[in-house]
């Protein structure tokens, strides 16, 4: 059996506008000002700095911040959301090969939700939020949950995102990352990010398909 664990927000799906609208519905209550969309998702998946102090100016998610990011999030999570061109398509193509699962630093309960809302949450087997596991990526924990949970051997096991977050949960798990660059991040070519779905098929054939 082998297994393509992939990261959800700017992976599978486009969910920019409203993580951008809450980090702003969140920072426009603290009192700070309203910051560009583009900014936020650029550096959403920065694994160098703080994302509290960065978006809140708080050292930790205070539970005022962690309150009003859940209502606002969890009342405008499917606004403008979107599956990415071609995702649709290579679930469909490797369904019958692969077990699928989500692992997201997002709350599980939000994903599924999305997920059905977009009526893909079919196409996997699991999905894991941050609320599942002790830590969140780039922690392994959530990887290491799903290949023992389907006894997938490491080698037989791969995680598509599109943050170092995931390659380096990844790496940490003894598995495959692949890094996509059509999510919410901006990589030069030397990381060796993948730019579309067609170039991401051709790997999965190449580790998969060709042994």
Known sequence: MNMIIFDM???????GFAI???VNYVRENLGLESLEKDFILENINDININSAEFFYNEKVFTPQIQ???EDYYS??????LHIYDGIKKLLDNFKSDFKFCIATNANSNYARKMLNHLEIDKYFSS????NDVEKPKPN?????????????KKENAQLVGDSTKDTIAAFNAGIDGILVNWGFSNYDNEKGALNSVEELEKKIIEKFYSR
């Not at 999905?127 to 941050?130: D, E, Q, R, T």
């Not at 392994?140 to 997938?152: A, E, G, R, T």
């Open 9 to 15: 927000d700017g992976t599978v799906i486009n969910s």
């Open 127 to 130: 999905i894991l939020g941050y």
């Open 67 to 69: 309150e009003l990011f």
């Open 20 to 22: 951008a609208n809450t």
């Open 140 to 152: 392994p924990d959530m990887v290491n949950v799903l290949l023992d949970k389907y006894s997938i």
């Open 75 to 80: 009342k405008n999570c499917l606004v403008d």
